[in-house]
């Protein structure tokens, strides 16, 4: 609620410090006096258009700020937090506004800058007010929808269940419409896939391939001088004598002295046999390379060939020669794939009319529930009506289809409030109906009903008794001390029946200030001047006698 209200060179104000505590606060005073700049004040406070006609003449700028006590659990505290201006449990919320001469604006919340949008977001959830001029939620249709469901209470089961089917209907449409994305850019590249996998079948690449084919081009277009090197190295080995049969000669000499020599000569004995072993190993390998060296021109053109191919192909492809064997294995899995994709296509639609049809049946309960909610709710506010002089008005809350596109986690519904103000007339939006003194009482009977399912904690009324008086007046003032038992109420009013409902009093006064001017200023009236002010709005200028009695008979009730 509205706990603290500064007011620093707005109009006629230069200096205003009011102090609000809960229940019904009323303000009065003579016309013109100034009650509408506290209402301006206040709205400026909580992100209205900023005008820079209202800083006071000769004042460089004008400032407003208002401090605010919310629940635990209140959505503004979501707001608070989503704007990086989160607030501890225990602490106030204090809105401020600061308008130039020249008309620049800026806002704060806790005196952390932020945008004017974004006070007027958080103001909205602290703030309605309801008048001729201005006025914020029951008249916004966005939000009737939320406010029937927290009348009627359709359960929070049953949208809660709601909630939950559309999200798995939104998961399964998106989840199809993936799929359906997928296997359209496939089907757009089949032919191009398949065109890939006749070439690389075509060539049939194999890992580790370049390599082998590069050294034996590299040894086939050295051919000659190879033959030449085999050759010599052979014969090196091999002519006039061989060098392993030369070894073992010596082996055999030197093992008839053995005896003779000790143990001297079995290294060296040791270290020939090494060399023939491996002589003759790598004679035998010499004697295979040139066994098997390809002299045929026509062997290097056809591994040329091949690995100019693979190279060729890899660079159409954009990766090595090395990866084309897994391209291969990938581009037949993406055609295989693309065979199935269309029978997963059809299981995920499958699954989607599925969840479709269990969020129909949610939300037709949901709205079933809200068809009952909105009988409850205008039989509820067509009690209010007769005692606020509007017994001839009619009250509709109107459930409607949305059209498909429109559906959403809350449902199939559009949720409307409308009035007719005479008989016979079709109902349309309140505040298209609506007189300005009609409005604020058919705001009055809303919030009366809807008092304990609401979560602004704060209701301001501008003459909502404009036009009544006697019976009516003191049915507005009975209703709006009972509304104030549920949440704060601040009303601007002439009717001294609905001021002496009030359980604080506040007096608007235009009076003369030290520099010649006029400035207006606001206190809170003690029990012997709240006498006095309801007898002047009883009698007039000059307090009578019986209208101090008639104002003491008010007050008592």
């Given at each position: 609620m509205l706990t603290f209200l500064s007011i620093r060179d707005v109009v006629l104000i230069e200096r205003l410090d009011l102090r609000f505590t809960h229940g019904l606060g009323v303000f009065t005073g003579e016309t013109g006096a100034g009650k509408s700049i506290l209402l301006d004040s206040l709205s400026l406070a909580l992100g209205a258009r900023a005008d820079s006609g209202l800083v006071r003449r000769g004042a460089n700028q004008l400032a407003v700020s208002a401090?605010?006590?919310?629940a635990p659990d209140h959505p503004v505290r979501a707001l608070l937090a989503e704007a990086d201006l989160a607030i501890a449990p225990n602490e106030s919320v204090v809105v401020r506004r600061v308008v130039t001469a020249d008309g620049r604006s800026r806002a704060h919340v806790n005196d952390q800058p932020t945008s004017v949008g974004m006070l007027k977001r958080i103001g909205d959830g602290l703030v309605e007010i309801h008048g001729q001029f201005e006025s914020h939620g029951l008249l916004d249709p966005t939000t009737h929808r939320s406010v029937l469901d927290a009348f009627g209470g359709p359960g929070k089961a049953a949208l809660t269940r709601t909630e939950a089917a559309h999200a798995t209907w939104a998961a399964a449409a998106k989840a199809r419409q993936t799929a359906e994305r997928v296997l359209a850019k496939a089907r757009a590249e089949e032919d191009l896939l398949r065109h890939m996998l006749g070439e690389l079948e075509a060539l049939a690449p194999k890992q580790g391939e370049e390599s082998q084919l590069a050294d034996e081009r590299a040894m086939l277009m050295n051919g000659e001088k190879l033959a030449e090197g085999l050759t010599a190295g052979l014969a090196a080995l091999s002519e006039p004598q061989s060098v392993e049969t030369a070894l073992r000669q010596a082996m055999r000499a030197l093992e008839r002295i053995v005896p003779m020599a000790g143990q001297r000569l079995d290294p060296i004995i040791e270290g020939l046999d090494r060399a023939a072993v491996e002589t003759a190993e790598a004679q035998g390998q010499l004697e295979a390379v040139a066994a098997g060296l390809d002299m045929d021109p026509r062997r290097l053109e056809t591994v040329e060939e091949r690995l100019f191919a693979l190279?060729?192909?890899?660079?159409?492809?954009?990766?090595t020669v090395d990866a084309l064997p897994a391209l291969l294995e990938d581009t037949r899995a993406k055609l295989t794939a693309l065979d199935g994709d269309?029978?997963?296509v059809a299981g995920l639609m499958k699954t989607e009319r599925t969840a479709r049809q269990t969020f129909l049946e949610a939300a037709r309960v949901l709205s079933q529930a809200r068809q009952a909610a909105a009988g409850a709710l205008d039989a509820a506010v067509a009690g209010e009506l007769p005692p606020l002089k509007l017994e001839r008005a009619r009250f509709v809350t109107t459930v409607e289809d949305l059209p498909e596109d429109q559906w959403g986690p809350?449902?199939?519904d559009r949720v409307t409030f409308l009035v007719a103000t005479n008989p016979g007339s079709d109902p349309g939006q309140i505040h298209k109906i609506a007189s300005g003194g009609e409005l604020a009482r058919f705001m009055l009977a809303l919030k009366v009903v809807l008092a304990r399912s609401g979560t602004v904690p704060t209701l301001v009324f501008d003459e909502v008794d404009a036009g009544i008086g006697g019976a009516t007046a003191a049915a507005v003032g009975e209703r709006l001390a009972r509304l104030g038992q549920d949440v704060q109420v601040l009303v601007v009013t002439h009717s001294p029946q609905v001021a002496a409902t009030g359980r604080g009093h506040y007096k608007v006064q235009k009076s003369d200030d030290d520099k010649g001017g006029v400035g207006t200023t606001v206190r809170e009236l003690s029990?012997?001047?709240?006498?006095?002010?309801?007898a002047r709005m009883l009698s007039g200028a000059e307090i009578t006698a019986q209208a101090r009695a008639a104002a003491e008979s008010l007050l008592a009730r």
């Open positions: 401090e605010f006590t919310i190279r060729s192909l890899s660079r159409k492809h954009g990766c269309g029978d997963a809350e449902g199939l029990a012997e001047e709240r006498l006095e002010e309801v």
